[in-house]
């Protein structure tokens, strides 16, 4: 974890959660950032972020698409312990989360103009 961003940006979030695996650096939009504090709220649980900013080139390192909202900083994967997938993903539409990517051991949210729900 870089010192650097060892910083709170919520009560429940540290910017560091947030910063991209290869170069640490960290972009996050502040309406990602509210739907993600909503969020917590609503479900009253921990929220883990798996992968918040990515670089291009850890976008596409890990195979990621080409315009992904990592790269702008409008998109975080996470994960809830003892929370269904599913049930995180209703809650995630609840709080006004458009793009929303249904996975197995995560769940993919960002704020897209247009709404977007799939499953992977």
């Known amino acids: 974890m870089n010192k650097l961003n060892n910083i ?3 009560k429940n979030f540290l910017l ?23 969020l ?9 972020i798996n992968s918040g900013y990515r670089c291009k ?3 596409d390192r890990i195979g990621g698409v ?12 996470i994960t809830v312990r003892d929370m269904l ?13 458009t793009g929303i990517g249904l996975y197995p051991t995560f ?3 960002d704020i897209r103009p247009i709404q977007n729900c799939w499953e992977g």
Do not use: Q, W
């Open 66 to 77: 080409l315009k992904s909202y990592h790269i702008f900083g409008m998109a975080a994967d």
């Open 57 to 59: 080139e850890e976008n």
């Open 16 to 38: 560091s959660e947030f910063e991209c695996p290869c170069c640490k650096r960290v972009m996050i939009h502040s309406d990602l950032l509210k739907l993600l504090v909503k």
């Open 8 to 10: 709170s940006i919520d």
């Open 107 to 109: 769940l993919h949210l």
């Open 85 to 97: 997938m599913s049930d995180l993903a209703l809650h995630a539409k609840y709080v006004g989360f």
């Open 40 to 48: 917590r709220l609503t479900i009253n649980r921990p929220i883990y």
